[in-house]
């Protein structure tokens, strides 16, 4: 039984930093792509970065420069850490995983998808 289970939401201001962790169980982090997601009232989910199996990244143009996605396999826990935060940063973070190793680049699509987190709640203002 696969869980991903994400925390490090909440409110900050523009400007501001956040990191998101996302533990997973039931599912082995270094062996599949995984990735982030968001999705802002009235819109559709979109992908804000992803990584392969071996560490490859691709990252939203929204995002660039500012999000950083990283895994720790040992915890089997994937990180996002964000900063230089702005209002458009507001969503429901959402941790995706694969059963592929390799990730289609951003944009992709959310139905690449096995298995989803809860999400959590990011607002910036």
């Known amino acids: 039984h696969v869980q991903l289970v994400e925390s490090g939401g909440g409110s900050v201001q523009a400007g501001g930093s956040l990191r998101l962790s996302c533990a997973a169980s039931g599912y082995t982090s270094s062996s599949f792509c995984m990735g982030w997601f968001r999705q802002a009232t009235g819109k559709e989910r979109e992908a804000v970065v992803v990584?392969?199996?071996?560490?490859?990244?691709s990252y939203a143009d929204s995002v660039k420069g500012r999000f950083t996605i990283s895994k720790d396999n040992a915890k089997n826990t994937l990180y996002l850490q964000m900063k230089s935060m702005k209002p458009e940063d507001t969503a429901m973070y959402y941790c995706?995983?694969?059963?592929?190793?390799?990730?289609?680049?951003?944009?992709?699509?959310?139905?690449?998808?096995?298995?989803w987190g809860q999400g959590t709640q990011v607002t910036v203002s």
């Open positions: 990584i392969d199996s071996d560490g490859s990244t």
């Open positions: 995706a995983a694969s059963l592929w190793r390799l990730c289609s680049r951003v944009p992709g699509s959310p139905v690449e998808y096995n298995y």
